[in-house]
């Protein structure tokens, strides 16, 4: 990954639950306007690494952290730098698409209050991030209708406008096509494509196919450590590690 800008980065990561380790001096790397797969057993730590690009164990009093976490340069654990805004320019889907129990339009205005986006831009900008998310056509008539009545697919895209919405550099998505039907995934995986004119974009997925179609970059974890990261197609077709080997042939997991 040594050409490309890198736009997110962690080094000498450890991570603990309680007395449990849970990642062990990770070092990963995500180039800018790519998407990066993270790949991996249950249990490997995925999830848990990716959200500590945007402090999601700041509340949990178990969780010890060591290592450092850049966004550019910028450290994002860093005294000068609030949770608030790394959130806002580090966003993140959840796997459950989870849209509050509101309209459609109030999902996405909520955020741009939070954020002190002036009223009068609200409007424009609820709209872009609809069209950008694939999902406008679908809802345009329908703006004040209860979000929940969306279909789990149109939810999902409902979460990743609410997200592009307020324009962040990097979105984590953590297994976001988990819950949905192929239809559904496909249109997922065709926006994560478009979306990385934007973004970078670094995702969690136990799908290998889905790894294969939508990522640049691959990163194989195991037991909370790095195992191998490259360029998608060569981690899938000429892995350097056994382990690696084993695990995209399917010989475990
Ligand atoms: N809040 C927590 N408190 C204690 N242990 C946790 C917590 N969150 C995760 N763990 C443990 O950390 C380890 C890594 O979990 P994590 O969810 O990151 O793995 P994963 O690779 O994303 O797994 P999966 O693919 O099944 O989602 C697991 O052993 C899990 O039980």
Same mark, same amino acid.
């Given at each position: %990954?040594?050409?490309?800008?890198?736009?997110?980065?962690?080094?000498?990561? =450890?991570?603990?639950?309680?007395?449990?380790?849970?990642?062990?001096?990770?070092?990963?790397?995500?180039?800018?306007?790519?998407?990066?797969?993270?790949?991996?057993?249950?249990?490997?730590?995925?999830?848990?690494?990716?959200?500590?690009?945007?402090? %999601? @164990?700041?509340?949990?009093?178990?969780?010890?952290?060591?290592?450092?976490?850049?966004?550019?340069?910028?450290?994002?654990? =860093?005294?000068?730098?609030?949770?608030?805004?790394?959130?806002?320019?580090?966003?993140?889907?959840?796997?459950?698409?989870?849209?509050?129990?509101?309209?459609?339009?109030?999902?996405?205005?909520?955020?741009?209050?939070?954020?002190?986006?002036?009223?009068?831009?609200?409007?424009?900008?609820?709209?872009? &991030?609809?069209?950008?998310?694939?999902?406008?056509?679908?809802?345009?008539?329908?703006?004040?209708?209860?979000?929940?009545?969306?279909?789990?697919?149109?939810?999902?895209?409902?979460?990743?406008?609410?997200?592009?919405?307020?324009?962040?550099?990097?979105?984590? %998505?953590?297994?976001?096509?988990?819950?949905?039907?192929?239809?559904?995934?496909?249109?997922?995986?065709?926006?994560?494509?478009?979306?990385?004119?934007?973004?970078?974009?670094?995702?969690?997925?136990?799908?290998?196919?889905?790894?294969?179609?939508?990522?640049?970059?691959?990163?194989?974890?195991?037991?909370?450590?790095?195992?191998? &990261?490259? =360029?998608?197609?060569?981690?899938?077709?000429?892995?350097?590690?056994?382990?690696?080997?084993?695990?995209?042939?399917? @010989?475990?997991?």
């Amino acid at each position: %990954m040594s050409e490309e800008k890198i736009k997110l980065s962690a080094a000498g990561v =450890n991570l603990w639950f309680g007395n449990k380790q849970v990642l062990k001096q990770i070092g990963v790397s995500f180039p800018e306007n790519k998407v990066t797969a993270l790949i991996g057993p249950s249990g490997c730590g995925k999830s848990t690494l990716l959200r500590c690009f945007n402090r %999601m @164990h700041d509340l949990s009093p178990d969780a010890k952290i060591e290592g450092q976490f850049l966004l550019g340069k910028q450290d994002l654990y =860093n005294r000068d730098i609030s949770v608030t805004q790394v959130r806002r320019r580090v966003g993140m889907v959840f796997q459950k698409a989870n849209p509050f129990p509101k309209s459609i339009y109030e999902n996405i205005n909520y955020g741009l209050k939070i954020n002190d986006v002036p009223p009068s831009e609200r409007l424009g900008i609820i709209e872009s &991030a609809l069209k950008e998310s694939f999902l406008w056509d679908e809802v345009k008539d329908d703006l004040k209708k209860p979000a929940t009545r969306l279909s789990g697919g149109q939810q999902q895209r409902l979460c990743i406008a609410r997200t592009v919405a307020l324009r962040p550099e990097v979105i984590l %998505m953590d297994e976001p096509c988990s819950a949905l039907d192929p239809i559904s995934t496909g249109k997922i995986e065709d926006l994560i494509r478009k979306l990385q004119d934007q973004y970078t974009i670094v995702i969690v997925t136990h799908n290998m196919q889905q790894a294969q179609r939508v990522a640049d970059k691959t990163v194989f974890m195991y037991l909370g450590e790095v195992v191998e &990261a490259g =360029n998608t197609k060569d981690i899938f077709d000429h892995p350097q590690q056994e382990l690696t080997a084993n695990y995209v042939r399917g @010989h475990f997991g």
